[in-house]
């Protein structure tokens, strides 16, 4: 018997190691493929984001959220059959009964009943997008990838769908199917869609990065425009809401189909032990680029909120207002590509720096931009330094893990603090703008924008 044992344990050790994984094969048909899957989830969840400025028909966070602007609806011009801007979807006919606070950011300038601040709808949304990430990180890391992909996105639709059936003055419906629903939704699939990128590239992980982050700003296009279109005809908001769940539905469908995960599973993903902790937690390089995240976070979505309003409070052409967040994501669909090319060869930091220190110089151009050519110009160049910062945080974050079982828990973690600035940050800036006057020259955009540039330099300093 102890021979049989010996001999059993002399042919083991014999045995060659288990294979290991080798280095991200940089491209292939199964990579191309995960990457073609993983922009369909930006398109049809983060650039919802993107259309989802609070204002008008075409919201620039990332894409059905770039929608929720449409739900509330830009401010149309006067006409001599309504001489008075009328004020928006959901004030007018879903959610009547409800203050404009409850709802969204700003209103129409003709129409703003007193202290006003921000969308609570809108703020949560995307602070839900972001907080699950520690949990979703350390699930990714334990190999539930698909898991995580196929519950957000049932979770994602079904919400839309239950948005479609919410009845006029019935605020918590509202609430629950765009805020809640739709924000775990979004949290639970679109960050396991930027982490899986890492499986499969290493020397063009930045570009593969933002070119899935790319379907964010098209997301922030199409959806707002779909929206407005199909609201304001015979099809109705209803059947428009299910629409465009139909859409997203079919796309994250086949966005499953297509991603493929190519790393084993860290076995001990499933539990956080301190020792794990305490290697994150002294890592000062991680802990100063979070620091830096959440304050970049608190103020690079405040154009994003309130650019339209800017435009509306000076006399630019309405035909322009309306658009604007249009035309900042599709500046933003060059700036989540040239720098992520340029940061493959330069490095992360030589590009994220500069595009830090490119929005804070826009936020302060904003002042001069009263007419519609200079509304336009700098909606283009906002887009695309704020579409360069977003592409390339998912890379430096990539950079400072140690190794591939970190990226979950590293990204998550990250992605939890910068939810809580994307809570506080709009309303903070909504309170200094001041949005209950009732004459529009008290709007105090001085002060939102002055804090708002002013975190901009102290993160660059």
């Avoid at 879903?94 to 921000?118: E, M, V």
């Avoid at 590293?410 to 506080?424: D, I, Q, S």
């Amino acid at each position: 018997m102890s021979l049989s044992t010996a001999s059993f344990d002399k042919e083991l050790a014999s045995l060659p190691p288990p294979a290991q994984p080798t280095d991200p094969p940089d491209g292939g048909l199964s990579a191309w493929l995960t990457i073609a899957g993983a922009w369909m989830v930006q398109f049809s969840t983060f650039g919802q984001v993107s259309s989802s400025s609070f204002h008008p028909p075409a919201h620039s966070l990332f894409s059905y959220i770039s929608a929720f602007g449409v739900y509330q609806g830009p401010c149309p011009a006067p006409s001599p059959v309504s001489p008075h801007p009328s004020p928006d979807y959901y004030e007018t006919v879903y959610l009547s009964s409800q203050t404009s606070s409850n709802i969204r950011s700003a209103l129409c300038l003709s129409s703003r009943p007193p202290l006003t601040p921000p969308s609570w709808i809108g703020s949560l949304q995307l602070c839900l997008m972001y907080a699950p990430g520690l949990f979703v990180g350390r699930a990714f890391d334990a190999g539930y990838f698909h898991h995580l992909s196929i519950a957000g996105a049932l979770l994602y639709v079904f919400s839309i769908f239950m948005l479609s059936l919410a009845k006029p003055d019935q605020y918590y419906q509202i609430f629950l199917a765009q805020a809640v629903g739709m924000g775990l939704g979004l949290g639970t699939a679109f960050l396991p869609s930027l982490s899986i990128v890492s499986h499969h590239f290493r020397r063009r992980r930045a570009l593969a990065i933002g070119i899935v982050i790319s379907g964010a700003s098209a997301g922030g296009i199409v959806f707002p425009i779909m929206l407005n279109r199909l609201i304001n005809s015979s099809v109705g908001f209803p059947n428009a809401v299910r629409a465009t769940g139909a859409v997203c539905g079919a796309l994250l469908l086949l966005a499953n189909c297509l991603m493929r995960t190519r790393l084993p599973p860290k076995q001990s993903a499933a539990t956080i032990s301190w020792s794990q902790m305490r290697d994150v937690i002294c890592d000062g390089a991680y802990l100063w680029s979070i620091a830096g995240a959440f304050l970049t976070s608190l103020g690079i979505y405040v154009p994003l909120f309130y650019l339209q309003l800017f435009a509306e409070d000076h006399g630019v052409d309405s035909r322009i207002t309306t658009y604007c967040l249009a035309i900042l994501n599709a500046g933003s669909i060059a700036g989540r590509l040239v720098p992520t090319f340029l940061a493959d060869r330069l490095g992360v930091y030589n590009m994220i720096l500069p595009s830090i220190l490119a929005c804070t110089a826009l936020i302060f151009a904003i002042f001069g931009a009263t007419n519609s050519a200079g509304i336009i110009l700098v909606a283009l160049l906002f887009g695309f330094a704020s579409g360069a910062y977003i592409s390339l945080i998912p890379s430096l974050l990539v950079q400072l893990c140690n190794s591939m079982s970190e990226l979950g828990v590293k990204m998550g973690l990250a992605y939890t603090v910068v939810a809580v600035a994307n809570l506080t940050g709009n309303p903070i800036a909504g309170a200094l703008l001041g949005t209950g006057r009732n004459d529009a020259t008290f709007l105090m955009w001085w002060r939102a924008l002055v804090f708002t540039g002013v975190r901009g330099w102290l993160l660059a300093a």
